[in-house]
């Protein structure tokens, strides 16, 4: 919590493409329903209903071996599908021509259970966006002894993911 008594979710990658590469803390308001973000500088940016939301998608991802990521889709008013792609181990795209409008545009993810052994790793993810057409989601293991990272397929599972894209 934060000394107002918001919930904090802190990104550790970026989430928004934009060129400051910026870090956002995202915050559920005083009533628990409304959720917003807090840019470095202390600007919020909510995302309610009334904030300009142009466009919503909300799935439900899971990957295996070489497989593709398959989304299980609960919301989608994006300009169309996104196409998910496996690019090499632990590393996935998806590309839809034109959604995500610069600045505009954000991520939010949740993880699926994950059942580490041995139990000194941990997995961490990561997402953000490419370019206006694309966002990138990338599953690595930290081996917590030596800090060494390495990219890792099948850990997509259950994962929510929703992409907000404003006017």
């Not at 979710?9 to 870090?23: G, R």
């Not at 989304?71 to 996935?92: C, H, K, M, P, Q």
């Not at 990219?151 to 994962?159: S, Y």
């Amino acid at each position: 919590m934060d000394g107002t008594g918001n919930i904090l979710i802190e990104i550790l990658e970026t989430s928004v493409y934009n060129p400051a590469q910026e870090n956002f803390k995202i915050f559920f308001a005083d009533d628990m329903t409304t959720i917003k973000a807090k840019k470095s500088d202390g600007t919020i940016i909510p995302f309610d209903s009334n904030s300009g939301i142009k466009q919503v998608y909300t799935a439900s991802l899971n990957q295996s071996g070489v497989n593709d990521p398959t989304a299980t889709i609960f919301e989608n008013n994006l300009s169309g599908s996104i196409v998910w792609t496996r690019d090499g181990v632990g590393n996935y795209t998806g590309t839809l021509t034109g959604a995500f409008t610069d600045t505009k545009s954000f991520i939010m993810f949740s993880i699926g259970y994950q059942n580490l052994s041995p139990l000194n790793q941990a997995v961490e993810y990561s997402a953000g966006f490419n370019d206006e057409d694309s966002l990138f989601i990338s599953v690595a293991t930290r081996d917590n002894t030596t800090g060494a990272t390495t990219l890792q397929d099948g850990f997509l599972f259950n994962t929510l993911i929703k992409i907000f894209v404003y006017n």
